[in-house]
């Protein structure tokens, strides 16, 4: 059960909405928001590897059953932490969609145990309809904009880099491996904010 939540904001720059989104979350229990502020290289994939490494053991030696990750330029509704802790998942995802693509975060899982975390709903309309219907519905994360981690998770799996992505990557598809349960909810719908300050939301009718 989750009662403790720790909301991490891994910083470069910290958008306005974002503050005030996190903000107005609704939550029955204790919450404790940490904005770190923490990029030693030049190397942006080096700083977001270092963010989540350094937000990870500080989550860690702490006593909350859960870490809520909102980044910095997205902006969460305020029933999203409510809601994605009813999901009663190990890692739960809002919804959101990327800045370099019009596609969402939220990718298709195969069944079984899969090795291969899929690709985005946003390219099957088909599936993305289905997935809006039923409001929740078993996935692989494509990012940790908008992700609701249970403690056991992070207790096995550390953030790493390999190839030329993002850390978040690497997170998501060691979750998937590891057997964890992932799921979305698809009414968690979120704005990302692009650098030039345009507010960038999915696009769910198909």
């Known amino acids: 059960m989750i009662r403790r939540v720790q909301v991490f904001t891994p910083a470069y720059r910290l958008e306005p909405e974002t503050t005030a989104a996190v903000l107005a979350l609704s939550w029955p229990g204790p919450l404790t928001w940490v904005v770190q502020f923490d990029n030693?290289?030049?190397?942006?994939?080096?700083?977001?590897l270092h963010q989540y490494?350094?937000?990870?053991?500080?989550?860690?030696?702490?006593?909350?059953?859960?870490?809520?990750?909102?980044?910095?330029?997205?902006?969460?509704?305020?029933?999203?932490?409510?809601?994605?802790?009813?999901?009663?998942?190990?890692?739960?995802y809002?919804?959101?969609?990327?800045?370099?693509?019009?596609?969402?975060?939220?990718?298709?899982?195969?069944p079984g145990r899969?090795?291969?975390?899929?690709?985005?709903?946003s390219l099957y309309p088909g599936k993305l309809r289905?997935?809006?219907?039923?409001?929740r519905t078993a996935c692989s994360g494509g990012g940790l904009g908008c992700a609701l981690i249970k403690r056991r998770v992070l207790e096995m799996i550390d953030f790493r880099?390999?190839?030329t992505a993002h850390c978040d990557t690497y997170f998501n598809r060691d979750v998937l491996r590891a057997g964890f349960r992932q799921m979305a909810?698809?009414?968690?719908?979120?704005g990302h904010k692009h650098v030039d300050g345009t507010i960038l939301w999915p696009r769910l009718s198909r």
């Open 94 to 110: 809002g919804v959101y969609r990327f800045r370099v693509s019009d596609v969402i975060n939220i990718f298709e899982r195969y």
């Open 53 to 92: 490494q350094v937000g990870r053991q500080r989550f860690l030696a702490g006593d909350d059953d859960a870490l809520l990750v909102i980044e910095s330029d997205i902006i969460p509704p305020p029933a999203a932490l409510v809601k994605l802790a009813a999901l009663d998942c190990d890692v739960a």
């Open 130 to 135: 289905r997935a809006l219907s039923a409001g």
């Open 185 to 190: 909810d698809m009414s968690v719908v979120c």
């Open 161 to 163: 880099l390999e190839a």
């Open 114 to 121: 899969p090795r291969n975390e899929g690709e985005s709903l």
């Open 40 to 48: 030693p290289t030049t190397d942006g994939r080096l700083n977001i």
